[in-house]
């Protein structure tokens, strides 16, 4: 039965730069590139192909030696003209120098009545050699879905609260075909619900309004309402030993694209944000795309920080760097190397902090859009309690003693605070109001990997 929750507890950052609701046509980026760290657990990375191969949409270029049914494949087709690795060797990028017209590996079409008569484990095989089983993550821990493994549910969110994120209802617009023949293939894959989950306080695509084959709830509150940890908590929780998966909208997509044209369609709009880009919008493009062409002449000052995804979670990229798997979004704010004394205490409206205290007079104007710079107003320092991540963190669990309870290392302790129900992005934002200016989505990870490789 569908479900309304109302949190209580989060925050929004209201930045400036949100993308108005236009596509822009734009030259496509002459390089892509294939990021093997978008995912945890990839340890052991082995490459199918060569620098100055030749490659489709769709051909494998890796797998993991641990999951060696799981293929990573192009997202464009082109010649592989770099293959870059930092320290240790380690694969940071497969990079295609694209063709102009895409050209497509090409697999069995399905209808959507073949759909139904489809088994479990035509499904499950067919998306392993088509590319498109890296969206699936597995909870606990976020790594990459194992296909042995039979989850107890499948959960979506059909939203994003993140800071300028992308709207769904605008970028997936008209994929209302493929998004239900992916939750149809779905719903297969699980020995409970696929559970979608969507904003009640916005305008709700019919795409997700009238999914079939699905259980929709409710939800509404400020961040992090829209992370999929979040409502898993609220929805049906992970115990240990149990598993559940999680995948964007854009994966459902994707899937259903597979069985329905035959093809790994890499396709994607993607939304330009931020109070450094002079024209914010949104743009067609494929994944992994180089942001050059995006940023290029777009920019209001060079001494910017160029984000893949949101300014919570994202990753740091070079103004020619190319976009994450799970990325829908580049965000520009000002770089904030610079030194300001006592700048936390002079009265003023042009700071936004969730505590009154330190943000002063940003209380009084709660829909003022704010240009944040990446400062972070001090250095690390002791780990103090100041009870504010438990106001700003709306899961049952004490985010204070399990981050402590990782640095101790103590794993009866992480087990019993609820480290099985988070990953980096549920306590990104108690990172963002952190007084101690700790590195907490790090600190998330390391607890993770301690809990699954010890």
């Known amino acids: 039965m569908s479900k309304f929750i109302k949190l209580k507890k989060g925050f929004d950052i209201n930045l400036a730069g949100k ?48 999951s060696e049914k799981i293929l990573h494949v192009a997202p ?9 690795r930092g320290e240790k060797r380690k694969l940071l990028e497969v990079v295609i120098l694209a063709d102009k017209e895409i050209q497509y590996e090409q697999s069995d079409v399905h209808s959507v009545s073949d759909i139904a008569t489809l088994s479990k484990e035509a499904i499950i095989e067919k998306m392993l050699q088509g590319g498109v089983w890296p969206n699936l993550v597995q909870r606990p821990y976020g790594v990459l879905a194992d296909p042995e493994v039979t989850p107890k549910a499948i959960f979506i969110s059909a939203f994003d609260s993140h800071p300028l994120a992308p709207d769904y209802a605008f970028i997936f617009k008209g994929q209302d075909q493929y998004f239900q023949a992916g939750l149809d293939l779905l719903k297969k894959l699980t020995s409970g619900k696929v ?18 084959n699905v259980q929709i709830n409710k939800f509404s509150g400020a961040h992090p309402a829209g992370n999929v940890g979040v409502q898993i908590h609220h929805l049906d929780p992970i115990n240990k030993g149990e598993t559940a998966w999680t995948i964007n909208p854009y994966g459902v997509i994707q899937i259903g694209k597979l069985f329905l044209e035959g093809k790994y369609d890499a396709s994607k709009i993607i939304a330009v944000t931020g109070s450094e880009i002079k024209d914010p919008q949104y743009y067609k493009t494929y994944l992994g795309a180089s942001i050059k062409k995006f940023v290029n002449g777009n920019l209001k000052s060079d001494h910017v920080r160029c984000v893949s995804g949101n300014v919570l979670t994202g990753e740091k990229i070079a103004h020619d760097g190319h976009m994450g798997f799970f990325d829908h979004m580049i965000s520009v704010i000002p770089e904030g190397d610079y030194y300001e004394l006592f700048g936390w205490i002079k009265p003023t409206t042009n700071k936004l902090s969730f505590q009154r205290a330190f943000g002063l007079l940003s209380f009084l104007n709660p829909n003022k859009e704010y240009i944040l710079d990446t ?50 992005e549920d306590l990104a934002l108690c990172e963002f109001v952190d007084v101690s200016k700790n590195d907490i989505q790090k600190i998330v990870r390391e607890g993770l990997d301690l809990m699954q490789y010890s």
């Open 19 to 66: 993308a108005e609701k236009r596509i822009s046509e734009v030259e496509q980026p002459e390089t892509f590139a294939y990021k093997p760290t978008s995912f945890h657990g990839i340890l052991r990375p082995k490459l199918m192909v060569a620098e100055g191969d030749n490659v489709k949409a769709g051909t494998p270029i890796l797998f993991d030696k641990k």
């Open 76 to 84: 464009v087709s082109g010649e592989i003209v770099e293959i870059r």
């Open 195 to 212: 559970q979608l989950n969507i904003d009640s306080n916005a305008e709700v695509s019919t795409m997700f309004a009238q999914a079939k």
């Open 375 to 424: 400062n972070s107003k001090g250095q690390h320092r002791a780990f103090v309690q100041t009870g504010v991540f438990e106001k700003v963190l709306p899961m049952d669990i004490l985010p204070t003693y399990l981050l402590k309870a990782i640095l101790a290392e103590d794993f009866d302790d992480m087990e019993a605070l609820g480290i099985y129900e988070v990953v980096e």
